[in-house]
């Protein structure tokens, strides 16, 4: 069974530029979940879909990040326009539904650097 | 202001040994804790958890104690291996476990010597 996959692996960008990621889930998992990790400090939560609905948005940082996850499957992850404190790993999260975190799995992620 | 701390970045280890992660964290809220392993260029994986209703629990080589009084944890990894080696973070829940409700630390490095 094929696991949370992510894509692109990298992106280097310059300020300003559009950039974006791409979260394929686990098939069947209803919930998926955007972090970033900043500059190797903490995970933090950016927000959660259950199937095409945003659940919790409550970590995205601001608006120029928009998060969609059309049909239920998918979700992309966009930044618009990019900023250089927008550097870090994005990682994407899927589990069942009513799962815990044992049965969180998370992608490989993305590295975005913003130049 | 961060709400769950790994004071140490780093951490190396010589094979065969113990290794013990620490974690400390501020909000007296949290009612579930999970350590995460991480290796490069990959995602965290699940390790193992603790509800507050405990204060130890154990899987293989792997324990985790907790200590509430002191808002404190740890993972204690007995006997550490060379795959071992990866970054460790602790993470903490409110609502007892639930994916958007973790509050994660900045990481250790654990490097387990041969």
């Known amino acids: 069974e094929a696991g949370v996959t992510q894509f692109p692996s990298h992106s280097v960008i310059e300020k300003g530029q559009t950039v974006t990621l791409r979260c394929d889930p686990i098939s069947g998992h209803d919930n998926l979940y955007w972090y970033r990790r900043v500059m190797g400090k903490e995970i933090k939560f950016l927000l959660h879909f259950v199937k095409e609905s945003k659940q919790d948005e409550s970590g995205m940082p601001n608006n120029r990040f928009l998060a969609e996850r059309t049909g239920g499957t998918y979700s992309t992850l966009k930044v618009q326009p990019a900023e250089l404190e927008d550097s870090g790993v994005y990682f994407c999260?899927?589990?069942?539904?009513?799962?815990?975190?044992?049965?969180?799995?998370f992608g490989s992620g993305t590295q975005l650097s913003v130049l | 202001d961060q709400q769950v701390k790994q004071n140490s970045p780093s951490l190396s280890v010589q094979e065969g040994r113990i290794s013990i992660l620490n974690c400390d964290y501020t909000?007296?809220?949290?009612?579930?804790f999970l350590w995460y392993k991480k290796y490069p260029a990959e995602g965290p994986t699940f390790l193992i958890s603790?509800?507050?209703?405990?204060d130890k629990n154990e899987d293989g080589r792997f324990t985790v104690f907790l200590n509430k009084s002191a808002k404190h944890l740890s993972l204690h990894i007995v006997p550490s291996q060379p795959g071992d080696s990866a970054v460790y973070f602790c993470?903490?829940?409110?609502?007892?476990?639930?994916?958007?409700?973790?509050?994660f630390g900045p990481g250790t490095r654990l490097s387990v010597l041969p």
């Open positions: 909000n007296s809220m949290f009612d579930y």
């Open positions: 603790i509800s507050s209703i405990k």
């Open positions: 993470a903490a829940s409110e609502m007892g476990g639930y994916g958007q409700n973790f509050v």
């Open positions: 999260a899927s589990s069942l539904p009513g799962q815990g975190s044992e049965k969180l799995f």
